[in-house]
């Protein structure tokens, strides 16, 4: 026997439906995860699309709100970089071909 959570009545362990309240003790499935809502697959997507993968980021019901700024913050910051990085690259070269000529 056990309790239940809704009005702390004995019940069958093996209950499913409080016979006292009516309540249903089974839970909802796990929300499935789709293939574009994977971590993995959104750090794949950045790589390719960069900022532009945050829709998924924003749509994604497994994230918490929370998450989501972290996560968005987060490729914000790396395509920042990646910009930053792109033109010292750019900036490095372009001095290298003056030297040579
Ligand atoms: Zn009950």
């Given amino acids: 026997m056990r309790k ?3 009005c702390a009545e004995e019940i069958q362990d093996g209950a499913i439906k409080c016979r006292w309240c009516n309540e249903f003790f089974v839970e909802k499935p796990a929300v499935q995860a789709k293939w574009y809502n994977k971590t993995t697959t959104i750090l794949a997507g950045f790589l390719v699309l960069g900022p ?12 918490s709100q929370q998450k989501k700024i972290i996560v ?16 010292a690259m750019m900036k490095q070269m372009q001095d290298q071909y003056k030297m040579l000529f």
């Fill in 4 to 6: 239940c959570p809704f």
């Fill in 52 to 63: 532009f993968v945050l829709p998924l980021v924003w749509t994604n019901p497994r994230y």
């Fill in 72 to 87: 968005s913050a987060l490729i914000i910051a790396a395509t920042i970089l990646m910009v930053y990085a792109t033109g």
